[in-house]
DNA sequence: CTGAGCCGAGACGGTTCGTCTCGAACGCCA
DNA sequence: TGGCGTTCGAGACGAACCGTCTCGGCTCAG
């Protein structure tokens, strides 16, 4: 039995070309007129192709977006499997929340980024997804240094990992997202300085 | 000169009637059919009012959904002007931040809040509107508490009680948007306990 | 060489958009 | 009290986009 209800099409003979092109108009579109006013019409026609071939290989805008995003992701980080570990915890921390406050300001990537986060908060689906594909990736790197840490001694043994990891990255994204105030260098350390203050030891 | 371009309708010949109507229909309807699927149309025939009467009063179903949400707190939180502040302060956050816990995880606010957060995020000037109308208050009762709490001697004094603010809210939006584990007491007290032992004097 | 399947292109009916036009109901002001 | 301007409910209207479909053209496997 095929296991999807309408026979599911054949990924070998799928055009990589189209493929390409569809994720690079879905970015440049996305930055150029926001989420809301993307359509699949528009991305099919920019990247010059036919709308069922959207359609035929992706079920949402949201979909698509994802998948270009995702590429985007692995190219920037490609290769960077760990975080820095000097052994200096408070220094290594506060280099990769810079990092990450520099992404999310950046215009590249702010347009896709609001994009599926504004997506994932009320579409439970395309949320499974984007957490699992893009941000838990990304987590999964905090964790692992935040538990070498702990076996380090610098971190309470007695602490969860991931609320040690939301405690971080949630304060950013929620300035991030509501544009509260401007997201800074200077705020990424604070956060750290102050949360670290409380995960440390003694 | 008339402040708006095309004459501004008379405010005070408004249809209360018809207003409150509009209001409860996007509440209901937000949270049968969800935010991607809710429009203006369906509004106007669920409160049995016609399409013009809301483009009249309202630029988008964001804003009215805005104007119902922002209802919907004032009735919620009625007198409610001040936090607790029993002198004990990580006994008073945690009961605030549970019951911000259970307000998220209560269906009424779910799906309205959760629709506001996703347009807010894609769109600056709804964005503005929500964090004025329904964050900013919320939000000033927390720093209030901080900063009597600071002068009090129980947070070192050269915190700025915003960025503690953030560090409190931050992880429980964080988890509550993006649905990456649920939300429980436990982890409301958990965030207490790790940022307070970061910012608590000593 | 032949056929199945993806491709670009676009027609199609359905839905929602935001505007516009009715006659009816309402409330301010004479 | 009567008149008049404005909002009201209702719905017609063209435009945009949806998701499905049909059509030749092209590519590859057998």
Redesign the pocket.
Known sequence: MTPSPK?A??AS???E???R?ILDAALELVGETGYQ?L????IAAR???????I???WP??AAVLLDAFAALGEEAAAGETELPDTGDLEADLKLVLRTTVDELNSPRFDAAYRALAAESIVNPEVCAHFVERILEPQLRLYAQRLARAQQAGHIRPDIDPRTALELLTGPLTHRWLLRTLPLTHEYADAVVELTLRGLAHG
Do not use: L
């Not at 359509?39 to 528009?42: F, S, W």
């Open positions: 026979t099409p054949d003979r799928r055009s070309r189209s493929r092109a006013r359509t699949i019409e528009a990247a010059g192709v036919g709308k069922q071939t359609y035929r290989w949402s805008k």
